[in-house]
């Protein structure tokens, strides 16, 4: 059973970081990409990149170059999300799910991590 | 980047009515990958349907979807109470992996 497990909330003050972690079982790691996707308090869904946990590859959505650094620990099937200089418009619950080989889906999702950045 | 367009942002119906939520993408999506999730407050996205038109595992066939290149449709046949929620469609075809807006189904 394939599960995608998120570490807890986080409380951060504007400038900090924050590193969410997603740890995957159920499934062989090295196989399936991982996206991760964010949802600020009553809006929407945006997708913030996705990494190939074979090689460590990563694509990042443009708005977040510079600023975020998604990693993986193959010994442990855990993926990792910083964000860094975090401002208030980035207070939201962070999503890290698996993408599926065939047909292009995001089809298994964790329980997702909110963040809260405020002074 | 392509954009997805959703319409309506909300749809007001009636159980047993049936529900039609439109995705426009500003440019054609590549082998037709755009899937629909369905989420409910407090919940992760779940899959409803990938590829355009493939239902995921557990979804009931009351929901089809529909459409290629620029235009996708999911429609709900007979409107359940557990279906109220907010869909999203999203693309495969091209990176970013861009999501639109979502369209939100509510008791009319």
């Known amino acids: 059973q394939v599960h995608l497990v998120q570490s807890g909330a986080e409380v951060k003050k504007p400038g900090a970081s924050v590193k969410v972690s997603c740890k995957a079982s159920?499934?062989?790691?090295?196989?399936?990409?991982v996206h991760w996707v964010r949802q600020a308090p009553g809006q929407g869904l945006e997708w913030m990149g996705m990494i190939n946990p074979t090689g460590g590859s990563t694509t990042y959505l443009q708005k977040f170059q510079g600023r975020v650094t998604m990693t993986r620990d193959a010994s442990t099937s855990t993926l990792f999300l910083d964000l860094t200089s975090l401002k208030s418009e980035d207070t939201a619950v962070y999503y890290c799910a698996r993408e599926r080989i065939v047909g292009g889906t995001l089809d298994y999702w964790g329980q997702g991590t909110l963040v809260t950045v405020s002074s | 980047e392509i954009v997805l367009t959703q319409s309506p942002g909300t749809l007001s119906l009636s159980p047993g009515e049936r529900a039609t939520l439109s995705c426009r993408a500003s440019q054609s999506v590549s082998r037709n990958l755009l899937t629909w999730y369905q989420q409910k407050p407090g919940q992760a996205p779940r899959v409803v349907i990938y590829g355009a038109s493939s239902r995921a595992t557990g979804i009931p066939d009351r929901f089809s979807g529909s459409g290629s290149g620029t235009d996708f449709t999911l429609t709900i046949s007979r409107l359940e109470p557990e279906d109220f929620a907010v869909y999203y469609c999203?693309?495969?075809?091209?990176?970013?992996?861009?999501f639109g807006g979502g369209t939100k189904v509510e008791f009319k």
């Open positions: 999203q693309q495969f075809g091209s990176t970013p992996r861009t």
């Open positions: 159920g499934y062989t790691f090295t196989s399936y990409y």
